[in-house]
């Protein structure tokens, strides 16, 4: 298992440390702003489905009778426990579980708890309606489309998505990371509830690496405003945007910060006294920062700065595609 430090201008220390073998992503504990900015970092990392969280929430996302692994990484020698709903509790070898999802869709929250410190996690686990339920285009009266009959370049990150996460009224709240909600990626398209929503676990993490990197530079950010997060290929096709957007996957979200003033657009920044594409480039500026160190490869993908026009302010399109693009 191989393992990369990241320092800021060779003097700040150790910002993080991702485990690139297995996709692990156990972090170290980083400053926290004088402002009061919570990282939501735990005192342990797990790994769920390949994919390492150094976060006191997180969700997963698995179909229906699934089995889903869940690990502690980067653990000490402390006992864990795994607590499931109905306030069972789950073993496993070592630290180590499988949780098999119930029938019925939904959300499963699990926790796992550090006996010694009592220090936990959070896994919100969302058992996702399976595609195969889509009928003529459409999901329990919601209008989801088609999505392309062959994967853009053979690639396995545009396979169609195997389930959808049933969106409610009642847990449109729940935390997907930290920062971040399940509501925060809706499309933007009408319809009533229930809504279904598409997310990867990386696309969170990333945007939550970019919240603490943002703070670290002194940008009050408590969130990103979603502009636009999940689409589906009916909404993506009416607005005229390219077939293969990662937007369709889950992989993309196109993001501003608005905190001063909250009101619906870009913060100003650079502090010039305008809100333009220069602040967006603020933004940018902080993911090209984190690029071409090897723990990034798990992350890499599409950025790209938007000018304010009629319609929205000025905002950046992050994605995980899996490999560079620019524009």
């Known amino acids: 298992m191989t393992s990369t430090a990241r320092t800021r201008n060779g ?8 485990l690139v073998s297995l996709t692990l992503a156990s972090f170290l504990p980083a400053s926290v702003p004088a402002r009061g900015f ?8 797990i790994e769920i489905a390949g994919v390492a969280s150094p976060y006191d929430v997180i969700g997963a996302y698995v179909l229906p009778g699934e089995l889903l692994e869940i ?16 306030g069972r509790t789950s ?17 499963y929250p699990l926790r796992v708890t550090a006996g010694a410190s009592g220090g936990s996690v959070l896994v919100n686990a969302f058992v996702m309606v399976p595609s195969q339920r889509v009928t003529d285009g459409r999901l329990n009266g919601y209008r989801i489309g088609s999505y392309p009959s062959e994967p853009y370049r053979g690639l396995e990150i545009y396979l169609p998505p195997r389930g959808f996460v049933e969106v409610t009224a009642e847990n449109k709240q729940a935390r997907v990371s930290p920062h971040f909600t399940l509501g925060q990626f809706l499309c933007k398209q009408d319809g009533g509830y229930p809504k279904y929503v598409v997310l990867r676990p990386r696309l969170l993490l990333k945007l939550e690496i970019l919240v603490e990197e943002l703070n670290e530079q002194g940008h009050v950010c408590e969130t990103l405003s979603v ?16 077939t293969y957007s990662q937007h369709l996957y889950g992989g993309a979200a196109d993001v501003f910060v608005d905190e001063r003033p909250c009101d619906g657009v870009m913060d100003d920044l650079n502090g010039d006294g305008s809100v333009d594409r220069d602040d967006a480039g603020i933004v940018c500026g902080v993911v090209e920062g984190m690029c071409g160190d090897p723990w990034y490869d798990d992350y890499e993908g599409g950025l790209g700065a938007y000018e304010k ?19």
């Open 309 to 327: 026009n009629a319609v929205h302010g000025p905002f950046v399109h992050v994605d995980v595609r899996g490999f560079r693009a620019r524009w």
């Open 11 to 18: 003097t700040e220390g150790v910002k993080l440390m991702l």
């Open 91 to 107: 073993r496993g070898a070592g630290a180590n579980w499988t949780w098999k999802a119930p029938d019925e869709p939904g959300l």
């Open 38 to 45: 919570t990282s939501g970092r735990a005192d342990f990392s």
């Open 227 to 242: 502009m636009s997060g999940y689409r589906t290929p009916y909404y993506n096709e009416a607005i005229g945007n390219v």
């Open 71 to 86: 690990a502690v990484v980067d653990g000490g020698d402390a006992e864990y426990r795994l607590d499931v709903p109905g």
